[in-house]
């Protein structure tokens, strides 16, 4: 491993970069997280979240735990032994949550998505359309599937369940989409929602929640899984998590109020717009690689390209682990690596959270070093094309700030 010197750029799909702001709001003494300073903050922050969600109706209920925690919560919750879920196949998340679903006894039925595609929310009616028993009881969608950097149409999906008239309760993975890009959780009939600390919140890892409305606070009365740690019933009262299994997460809420400050003073819009205005910069570099052959965005599908992250197919008979090592080591950026199958197969480029444009032009400078260290085949002038797409057009462009 070299000296390393200067900044280390954390180019990783969560957990991300944490802002100084919130490194200190956290840097506390330890308070008893019964006294009513505490409990107005973490009051505060839990209703400040549901904007984030763009929910009036439904209510947060956080975890000292890692987003894992949360699929846990939502399927002890909400499901009993032998109860039936449909999970449409997005990647190595959708599958651990199908994994999750089973261990807890469920049966899961999936719907499959072709390699590099979106889900397709025709699929999911059908398969709802032919449970004419009302067998399934919960559609579990990932709405950024963080192994291959693609997003899932998450309002077409409900819109599908409406068509058929289907029951089902509607669950979405938020861990990588949420405060990235859009999400609504009234608006698109959305009953449970997950989501976790470590990326657009950029926050440290272990804090998660599960977002819930009145039906999915109805299904939990009667469910029967085993559950303790996560119980809602113990954690809510009136509509609202009023206590811990345990001590709760006390630093994490100190560094949620600073990030939520921190998107509120840039905008929620502003900072979607930021986070598609780097994937696109990010994007027209790796097209640029691949120009000829070669390199490749992992989505087929341009517009389902996650704004969060990109995932970059490297050519066969080349190791993408062999990129990331290179430019961890020599260049000091560090990337997501493939997941089960895709690993060797594709890196992935975090552009989430505390980000801006010198710090993606910078890490995407030094990945098109390493890929030419590692010998993979690729158009140099990449970084050139990062800069062609940030360059806003004249008439956009705003006054510069007078120092
Ligand atoms: N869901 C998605 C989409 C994720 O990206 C992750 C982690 O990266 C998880 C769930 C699991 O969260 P955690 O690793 O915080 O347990």
Redesign the pocket.
């Known amino acids: 491993m070299p000296v390393p010197r200067g900044f280390q750029f954390f180019m990783h ?2 957990p991300t970069n944490i802002p100084q702001r919130v490194l200190l709001a956290m840097a506390r003494p330890a308070v008893d997280f019964t006294a009513p300073e505490f409990v107005a903050s973490r009051d505060r922050s839990l209703e400040r979240m549901k904007g984030i969600l763009k929910t009036k109706s439904g209510f947060l209920v956080t975890y000292a735990a ?4 949360a ?1 846990d919560a939502s399927i002890a919750n909400l499901f009993s032994p032998g109860d039936k879920v449909l999970v449409p196949t997005t990647g190595y ?1 959708a599958d ?2 199908a994994t999750t679903a089973r261990q807890y006894g469920l049966e899961v039925e999936l719907v499959s998505t072709p390699e590099r595609h979106t889900v397709d929310p025709d699929a999911v009616a059908r398969h709802l359309a032919a449970d004419n028993k009302g067998a399934i009881k919960a559609v579990m969608l ?1 709405q ?3 192994a291959t950097g693609m997003r899932h149409p998450v309002a077409e999906v409900r819109a599908a369940m409406n068509h058929v008239a289907h029951p089902a309760l509607y669950l979405v ?1 938020t ?2 989409s949420l405060a990235s890009y859009d999400f609504r959780m009234d608006e698109w009939g959305v009953d449970v929602v ?1 989501g ?1 600390s ?2 657009g919140l950029m926050l440290p ?1 272990g804090m ?1 929640f599960t977002a819930i409305n009145a039906r999915a606070w109805q299904a939990a009365q009667s469910a029967r899984n085993p559950r303790r740690y996560w119980d809602w019933k113990e954690l809510v009262e009136d509509g609202r998590q009023v206590r811990f299994c345990g001590t709760p997460p006390i630093a994490h809420f100190y560094g949620l109020e600073v990030s939520l400050d921190m998107i509120e003073e840039e905008g929620l819009e502003n900072v979607f717009a930021r986070h598609r205005r780097l994937a696109n910069a990010t994007r027209a570099c790796v097209r640029h690689w691949g120009q000829g052959g070669g390199l490749e965005i992992y989505s087929l599908e341009p517009e389902a390209a996650s704004d969060s992250l990109t995932a970059v197919i490297v050519p066969a008979g080349h190791d993408a682990d062999r990129v990331r090592e290179i430019a961890s080591n020599r260049y000091g950026v560090a990337l997501g690596r493939g997941l089960a199958a895709l690993q060797g197969r594709v890196f992935r480029i975090g552009h989430m959270g505390d980000l801006n444009e010198p710090m993606v032009l910078g890490a995407l400078a030094a990945i098109e070093l390493a890929l030419g260290d590692a010998g993979v085949p690729h158009a140099r002038g990449g970084v050139e094309a990062a800069m062609d797409s940030l360059r806003a057009p004249a008439t956009a462009r705003k006054a510069p700030v007078a120092a």
Do not use: A, C, H, L
């Open positions: 799909p969560g890692s987003g894992n925690g699929w998340f651990r949550w990932v950024n599937e963080t993975d861990i990588s997950i976790g470590q990326k890892p998660s």
